[in-house]
């Protein structure tokens, strides 16, 4: 089968239309928390609660993480979770942000999201990282073996392999020529009537320069996490433009960034919403993971020095405060970063405050009502 051509539907799928007054599209990462005293199935209650409201407020596209060994972190299965939010949505692109791919066989991958794009044609994105996404102990067991380096320096024969079998175009010969992803690439039409195969664009994600520049490269768009890599997102953006070559997904360099930010009503709510997140991200490096702490927890903690002094670099990359504040956070981070698209992650202990924050920054950028 010849591959697919992604020279038109591909671009478009990836190159998102701002709405309202934001200056470029913004989307939402959501790491499915739970929150002490939630279960996890009230967690993915509310994800699929927060997709209908992102498709409704127009937000671009709705990516779920993988994480494993995480008690606060219900988003194990993106593609499960995934098809769950397809069933809930007719609109909104769906993707993985990402599936991290040397803890899978590039094959099941390759079945997995040909299902969900067989399932909501047309709006499934495929991010791929080449972190565990874990510990060290936990990678082992997803991978079942001690070599983990391994995993990670093979990560673009992995990436071609996985492309090989996305698009059911393994060169005559090869020992996997008679190897088929199924569903395979589903039949698109263009507005001309033309049917083409059609699979979902790659994405690579990274939060250093090795994807940055591998994604350049080949030509695909990038997702960098500034979330958590912030020292690192001017030079991983940098490189990725620098390397950038046109292909047949991209003409131009396409990035979005991951930003943690949080809008409340007031903005002392801001704040302790945040801090309580900080903890949880304390006892996260630490090796204490846990369901992510009430902000009244948090309020009652005894930080340490060491920990205060994290608990500060951490905040300073959270952007949050009322919407306004919030607002005009994205407002220069996009002028700083020149990104083409903000991807807001909100961390807090409520799912209730998570959704009201989406609320709010979608009411300060004047995207449509829902």
């Known amino acids: 089968m010849a591959a697919p051509d992604h020279s038109t539907s591909g671009t478009d799928e990836i190159r998102g239309e701002a709405r309202g007054t934001a200056p470029v599209p913004l989307s939402v990462l959501d790491l499915v928390t739970v929150g002490a005293g939630h279960t996890a199935t009230e967690a993915l209650r509310t994800g699929a609660e927060l997709a209908r409201l992102a498709e409704g407020r127009g937000f671009h596209r709705y990516w779920v993480a993988e994480h494993h060994s995480m008690p606060g972190v219900a988003s194990s299965s993106p593609a499960v979770i995934l098809a769950h939010l397809a069933a809930h949505t007719s609109r909104i692109r769906l993707g993985s942000g990402g599936v991290m791919l040397p803890n899978h066989a590039p094959l099941v991958i390759a079945e997995q999201f040909g299902t969900l ?7 499934v994105d495929l991010g791929l990282g080449r972190a565990p996404g874990t510990d060290g102990a936990t990678a082992a067991a997803l991978r079942r073996t001690d070599r983990l380096n391994e995993g990670a320096d093979d990560f673009p024969q992995q990436l071609a392999e ?3 079998f996305l ?39 990274g939060s250093s320069g090795f994807s940055a520049r591998l994604a350049g490269t080949l030509g695909l ?3 960098f996490a500034h979330h958590f890599s912030a020292q690192n997102t001017i030079p991983a953006l940098d490189l990725y433009r620098e390397s950038f070559r046109p292909s047949a997904v991209l003409d131009a360099p396409y990035a979005l960034i991951g930003v943690s930010a949080l809008a409340t009503d007031e903005e ?9 997140a900080a903890l949880n991200m304390v006892r996260l490096r630490t090796g204490r993971p846990g369901l992510v ?3 009244e927890e948090a309020e009652a903690y005894d930080f340490s020095p060491m920990e205060r002094e994290f608990i500060d670099s951490w905040n300073a990359n959270v952007i949050h ?3 306004d504040e919030v607002r ?13 698209e903000l991807m807001l992650t909100a961390n807090a202990h409520s799912g209730a405050v998570r959704l009201r924050s989406y609320e709010l920054i979608a009411d300060a950028y004047g995207l449509p009502a829902a």
Do not use: C, N
């Open 117 to 123: 794009e067989a399932l909501a044609p047309g709006r």
């Open 162 to 164: 996985l492309t090989r």
């Open 167 to 205: 698009d059911d175009d393994f060169p005559s010969g090869h020992p996997y020529a008679r190897i088929h992803a199924v569903p395979g690439p589903v039949q698109a039409t263009s507005p001309g009537g033309v049917q083409s195969p059609h699979r979902p664009p790659i994405w690579l994600l």
């Open 221 to 223: 768009p990038f997702a």
């Open 268 to 276: 002392k709510e801001a704040r302790r919403q945040v801090m309580a």
């Open 293 to 295: 702490p009430t902000p």
């Open 321 to 323: 405060g009322t919407a």
């Open 328 to 340: 005009s956070g994205l407002d220069d981070l996009h002028k700083r970063t020149g990104a083409d």
